[in-house]
């Protein structure tokens, strides 16, 4: 079974502090694995996805994770937060069912920044 | 590349009517969208998958004959909401997927206001 933990339902910073979402996943099969970023009222944005491709992963807007199958994380990183980086984020996993894949969320990781 | 547009971002309608939400692929074809509904300060419910040309899967719980997909083109998926209630005021997003990709591109959501 798949499922997706975001460990922390609010994080707060500072503004050029880092940051750091935490996120946990279980999967049957090899995971393909995403963060996505929600800002009010709108859609979500792709950050970044992992396909095993590299354990390290870089997004977009200076975000990064780390996949480490050992520990079944997927955190997501950046070295020094912007105010604009106050949203929702959120981690996905994806797997395949009945010829189409779907994605479970988690229930998302509210980022604040302080100025 | 890989955008995803819904339309309208933002409606109210009276109870009892019907409302119509477009969701289109702009630069690619999408033989698969997605259809969530997102409570407030929650995380994202998939209500069914639309394949081109084809009837809508729906999870369980979803009310087929309430909310109504149709996905007939590879670039269109309409959801309508029929007979609407109070209750079925919410955040609407669509997604697409990518041919046999499994990254789901986000379309900006609509608010129903349900009167």
């Known amino acids: 079974a798949q499922s997706v933990t975001q460990l922390d339902s609010h994080v707060s910073v500072s503004e050029g502090t880092p940051v750091l979402l935490r996120c946990n996943y279980s999967?049957?099969?090899?995971?393909?694995l995403f963060w996505y970023v929600q800002h009010p009222n709108k859609g979500l944005q792709l950050l970044l996805k992992?396909?095993?491709?590299?354990?390290l992963v870089k997004g977009i807007n200076g975000f990064e994770a780390e996949f480490k199958k050992s520990e079944t994380s997927f955190h997501l990183t950046k070295p020094s937060a912007h105010m604009s980086d106050a949203a929702e984020y959120f981690c996905?996993?994806?797997?395949?069912?009945?010829?189409?894949?779907?994605?479970?969320f988690g229930t998302g990781t509210r980022l604040k920044v302080l100025a | 590349g890989a955008v995803v547009s819904q339309h309208p971002s933002w409606v109210i309608c009276k109870s009892g009517t019907s409302v119509k939400i477009e969701c289109r692929s702009l630069?690619?074809?999408?033989?698969?969208m997605f259809w969530y509904r997102q409570f407030p300060k929650q995380s994202l419910m998939l209500m069914a998958t639309?394949?081109?040309?084809?009837?809508?899967?729906?999870e369980q719980g979803v009310e087929k004959d309430k909310f109504l997909i149709n996905h007939a083109s590879l670039t269109l998926s309409t959801l309508t909401v029929t007979s609407a209630h109070p209750e079925d005021s919410s955040f609407y997003i669509c997604?697409?997927?990518?041919?046999?990709?499994?990254?789901?591109?986000f379309g900006a959501g609509t608010r129903l206001s349900v009167l």
């Open positions: 992992y396909t095993s491709a590299a354990t």
């Open positions: 999967s049957s099969y090899s995971p393909s």
């Open positions: 996905v996993v994806s797997f395949l069912t009945s010829g189409t894949y779907k994605y479970i």
């Open positions: 639309s394949n081109e040309g084809s009837k809508a899967t729906y």
């Open positions: 997604s697409a997927r990518v041919g046999g990709l499994d990254i789901q591109y």
């Open positions: 630069d690619f074809q999408a033989t698969t």
